[in-house]
């Protein structure tokens, strides 16, 4: 009886990790940046509105999300026109180099919504054709890099081939070129942070080939050596990163996005539940009751307050956090 009751105690706990999040409040702070995006004349492009690193990616894997569970019917109109603007882009050449991430988020999105249509196919030709074949990025592709992190840096190239890797898996296409894609990070592990490792670690839940149990195992654990005893992790601890000595004061304990990112890998690996249930619980203590959403400041620079680029990080942290907390 007593086993009975404690295993009864156990269980009880592990469905209640995480609780008390608000996520109507999520799904509002969400929309309603993605509503600012959408009018804010630097996120234009000749293409239309850009599916940014920060937000627009994000949103497209935490909205679905919240849709479930707040039971709502339809797609948000803002993830309908993230969508429409990777499907009618689809395959098509793009000579600025800003629009390599669309690439690679077309190929990840039109194959999670139809992976034998027609977009698709033509996402991720367009993607594997442009899989660079010599230099020192061979076997990954060309990103982003507007010396700004985590996303659109140098060192944000590793986070981007993750990313290709995490779509190639989505559509089970493309195992060979993913293998190279592993070997240019074996190359380059020195320089590779922990948050593109993760990436590729949650790329590898998509494509079970893609690293070995000793790989897997590896990343998991340097990720668990950096948990708090709070169960959060700090942004430092995912770099390394570039210096930024304009950037605003980071937290000096657990980062939100931080901790979301490392959670919602783990857990949809399927690893460390005992971590990710404690990480959970700081996440849902960690959600902003006015905003809805989860602050985190810029890595990078001082913004002016309430501008739309003093956000982009806490886009980022809502949507994982999001991502780390549904069930």
């Known amino acids: 009886m007593v086993t009975r009751a404690l295993a009864i105690l156990i269980l009880s706990t592990t469905c209640l990790s995480g609780a008390g999040w608000d996520a109507a409040a999520a799904a509002g702070y969400l929309d309603g940046r993605q509503k600012e995006w959408f009018s804010w004349p630097r996120a234009k492009t000749p293409e239309g509105t850009c599916v940014s690193c920060h937000g627009g990616m994000p949103y497209l894997l935490a909205r679905p999300a919240l849709r479930k569970k707040l039971g709502e019917s339809q797609p948000t109109e803002w993830e309908t026109k993230l969508l429409d603007r990777l499907r009618t882009h689809a395959g098509d050449e793009r000579k600025v180099n800003i629009q390599g991430p669309e690439i690679i988020f ?17 996402a991720h030709g367009q993607m594997w054709s442009m899989q660079l074949h010599d230099g020192d990025l061979k076997g990954i592709w060309q990103w ?13 190239f590793s986070f981007g081939a993750a990313m290709g890797t995490l779509a190639a898996g989505t559509a089970k296409s493309g195992s060979a070129e993913s ?17 593109s490792r993760l990436a590729l670690l949650w ?10 149990a000793a790989a897997k195992r590896a990343v998991v654990d340097e990720v668990l050596s950096n948990q708090l005893a709070d169960g959060s992790w700090t942004i430092q601890s995912l770099g390394p990163w570039m210096e930024h000595p304009d950037a ?8 939100p996005y931080a901790t979301a990112f490392a959670t919602f890998v783990l857990r949809e690996c399927g690893v460390a ?54 069930d």
Do not use: C, I
């Open 106 to 122: 077309g190929a990840l999105f039109l194959a999670k919504e139809d992976p034998n249509g027609d977009a698709t196919r033509k």
């Open 144 to 156: 982003y890099s507007a010396k700004l992190d985590p996303w659109e840096s140098q060192g944000a």
């Open 179 to 195: 293998a190279e894609v592993v070997r240019w990070f074996d190359a380059h592990a020195k320089e590779v942070s922990l948050h």
């Open 203 to 212: 790329a590898s839940s998509r494509q079970s080939a893609l690293l070995d």
């Open 248 to 255: 605003p004061e980071q937290p000096t304990g657990g980062h």
């Open 273 to 326: 539940p005992q971590a990710t249930a404690k990480a959970r619980d700081w996440l849902a203590g960690h959600q902003d009751k006015e905003t809805g959403g989860w602050f985190a400041p810029s890595m990078n620079k001082k913004y002016p307050a309430g501008s739309v680029e003093s956000k982009f990080m806490e886009d980022a942290a809502t949507s994982f956090a999001v991502l780390a907390l549904v």
